[in-house]
């Protein structure tokens, strides 16, 4: 499949997954437009809220680096459900590419393709503000 090898960055950065709290561990693998991938993983904190979802932090990676044109994202866990990314990560894409791809896998890699847009449909993307 089109995403296999982005499937498999994001099974690999699951390995760092930091989830004292849950156990739950995820991993992001975002490619953008010019091929560059940057990849991660849930980052848990003492006081819960302070938690960083991997896709979040693939995505920040990736704009603290320069780059905000995204392809595609992939997502995992060890879930033998396919893992969505939850509605904060929905909203920090949909801030940068509703038309981008987002494959969402189980533990297997076993996915779907949406989206953004059809994962969060009539975003709130800021334009009601111009
Ligand atoms: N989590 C992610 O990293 N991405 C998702 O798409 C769903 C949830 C994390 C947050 C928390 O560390 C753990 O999974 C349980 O919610």
Redesign the pocket.
């Known amino acids: 499949m089109k995403y296999d090898a982005l499937l498999e960055k994001a099974k690999k950065a699951k390995e760092n ?1 930091y ?1 004292p ?2 156990n ?3 991993g ?1 693998a975002l490619l953008c437009k010019n091929g560059d991938v940057y990849t ?5 904190n003492a006081a819960y809220g302070p ?7 693939a995505v920040f990676k990736a704009v603290s680096n320069g780059n905000k044109e995204f392809e595609a994202i992939a ?1 995992t ?1 060890d879930s033998d459900d396919v ?4 509605g904060v ?1 929905r909203q920090v894409l949909a801030e940068f590419a509703l038309d981008m791809d987002v494959i ?1 896998s189980n533990k297997d890699l076993e996915n779907e393709v949406l989206k953004v847009e059809e994962l969060l449909p009539r975003a709130f993307t800021g334009k009601e503000m111009e």
């Open positions: 997954a989830v709290y849950s739950f561990r995820v992001a991660g993983c849930n980052v848990e938690t960083c979802c991997a896709e979040r932090v997502v866990s893992t969505y990314p939850c990560c969402s």
